[in-house]
């Protein structure tokens, strides 16, 4: 994030905003697609993270098959964007998205979801593939790797038949528990292992699995074993303070900042700022981060605490800051910052900066 062209840009407009400097977003955007290209994977990018359908088509032009959707809001924007290979990574469960789902399945040319329920599954309507959710180690949805897999794919091939079992998918979000590299290539490790040992055992059995998808920036492109045939990543397209942290990407690799006003400065140590938990993320996720964010240019202040339209900036001694002063600071999660933003200022390095829509946030 270039601060001073950040700054500049956002002169003109009331504050808290979102900024995005898009020469580090092209960088990242490029970075990814050569991991994959690299390591002769598909690249199918979450698109939880921007929601927005401008960036979509950026991912499709670096190369991307299609794009991962965490809800169905997310998959029908991109539909409507032009979008026509997608995944639904989420288990459609209820009338009114099933609904949905088949209004989906008519509009693009490919169509999955992931889940972990035969009886889900069965509910499905027929143009949709399915996705088999493993649990290598987040312990959120999924079966665990081997037996268990192998049983449940089992029954699921038998209640929906094998031409609509499109393979296995996992998510290694346990890695932002990660305290040092070596967890966080283990996390990976675990990932890629989960599913590529399964699917040799279901290939035993006779049951081909066509697609091995793994997910999460922090782990992308490391420990990724042969077999495996598709990598999500959706944080990347921004960076944020988590990855930072983890050593997944660099502190100049991050492109989202929001821009904030000291309005208050009660002590010499302590500032008050118009950005609260309605415009930064109060999600924390990773060990040693110190705050809700990395002040960009003055990594010694702290967002030390957040209420919903304030956050209290301290810093060792003193501040630096003044009433009226502007900073940016790279958030700590990017996906649920811009899920609080209708729209966020791009910033080129050369002309007129411009806004770019949350096009699918929220619900409907």
Known sequence: MNRERALEAAAPFITPLAVVDEEVMEGNLARMAAVAAGHRVALR???????????????????????????????EVFAEAGIADLLVAHPPVGTAKLRRLEALAGRVKRLAVSLDDVGVAESIPPAV???????????????????QTVAAVRRLVAAI??????GLITHAGHAYASTDQAQRRQAAEEESAGLTDTAEMLRAEGIEVRERSVGSTPTAGLALHPGITEMRPGTYVYGDANQVTLVSQRLEDCALAVVATVVSNP????????????????????????????????????????SEEHAVVTGPGRT?????????????????????????????????????????????
């Open 161 to 166: 038949s094998a031409a609509r079992f499109r």
């Open 129 to 147: 593939e399915v996705l088999w959710e493993v649990d290598t180690g987040l312990h959120r949805i999924g079966t665990a790797p081997g037996a």
């Open 45 to 75: 990018p979450h698109a939880k993270t921007h929601k927005s359908a401008e960036v979509a088509r950026r991912q499709m032009a670096h190369g991307a098959v299609g794009l991962t959707a965490a809800t169905l809001v997310e998959a």
């Open 267 to 306: 002590a010499a140590d302590r500032a008050v700022i118009d950005a609260g938990s309605k415009a930064l993320s109060a999600d924390l996720r990773v060990s040693g981060l110190d705050g809700y964010g990395i002040v960009v240019g003055n990594e010694r202040l702290c967002v030390a605490r957040l």
């Open 320 to 364: 630096g800051l003044a009433i009226g002063d502007r900073i940016a600071i790279i958030p700590a999660h990017a996906c649920t910052t811009v899920n609080l933003h209708p729209s966020l200022l791009i910033v080129p390095r050369e002309g007129t900066p411009r806004w770019q829509a949350v096009d699918a946030r929220g619900w409907r």
